[in-house]
């Protein structure tokens, strides 16, 4: 399996400022996913991080709000911008193609608990 | 279109006494079934998954799940339940993107409450 470790763990913003996420997997994977799980929800996809290129978002997450980069294969970031209360989730970074590993696997993050106040 | 059912939003067991956590799918492909477990404040954690061949698959801490494709379901099953065992239980669907796994499509949780 992978080892995925996200940055902050968790973190207490203000309206209106912004939290740039990381996530760093100890291998080499094809694709990165970022959800969200808000309180007592299931997990939503926000969008999926192409390697090199724009991301792609879901119905319903924008760029301008949750601007994505994935600058090589192990790592990437989220950003969750201008913030209000309704982004208080935990958001998760996933992984699937593991070099070496299963293909057919997903592997999830710790989660980034953020509250916005 | 693609949909995860988890009918039970919260279930109590006693310790010692079987489980059985219910799923149903509605994907138009041939489906890739999970099941993960989030413990409080952690990441999701997978059970098992099913991609074919045999329908009834083994995870670990003694989960096991059975596929049937005539029902759309993907039961998870223990039998004994563990007080460490109380957690958050999702079910999840997805299907290969090229050759690897594009994204999950996910049930809303079911919440295992395990009594001592």
């Known amino acids: 399996s992978a080892v995925i470790s996200q940055k902050p763990s968790r973190d207490i913003c203000q309206r209106g400022t912004s939290l740039t996420i990381q996530c760093q997997v100890d291998?080499?994977?094809?694709?990165m996913f970022w959800y969200r799980q808000q309180p007592g929800q299931s997990l939503t996809l926000i969008a999926t991080a192409n390697q090199g290129s724009e991301a792609t978002y879901e119905s319903g997450f924008v760029i301008d709000k949750f601007p994505i980069s994935r600058p090589n294969l192990t790592f990437s970031t989220l950003t969750v911008s201008n913030l209000s209360p309704e982004d208080s989730s935990i958001y998760l970074c996933?992984?699937?193609?593991?070099?070496?590993?299963?293909?057919?696997?997903?592997?999830f993050g710790p989660g980034t608990r953020l509250t916005v106040t | 279109a693609q949909s995860v059912t988890q009918p039970d939003i919260h279930i109590t067991v006693s310790e010692g006494a079987s489980l059985e956590l219910r799923c149903n799918y509605s994907?138009?492909?041939?489906?890739?079934l999970f099941w993960y477990v989030q413990s409080p404040g952690q990441g999701l954690q997978l059970l098992l998954k099913?991609?074919?061949?045999?329908?009834l698959v083994q995870g670990i801490k003694g989960f096991e799940a059975e596929f049937k494709r005539s029902q759309s379901s993907f039961n998870l099953r223990k039998p004994s339940v563990h007080w460490s065992d109380a957690a958050e239980y999702f079910c999840a669907v997805g299907a290969n993107r090229g050759s690897t796994l594009g994204r999950l499509y996910f049930g809303r949780g079911t919440q295992l409450t395990v009594w001592p």
């Open positions: 291998s080499q994977v094809t694709m």
């Open positions: 994907y138009g492909a041939t489906p890739y």
């Open positions: 996933s992984v699937s193609g593991l070099a070496g590993g299963s293909s057919y696997e997903q592997y």
């Open positions: 099913y991609f074919s061949g045999d329908t």
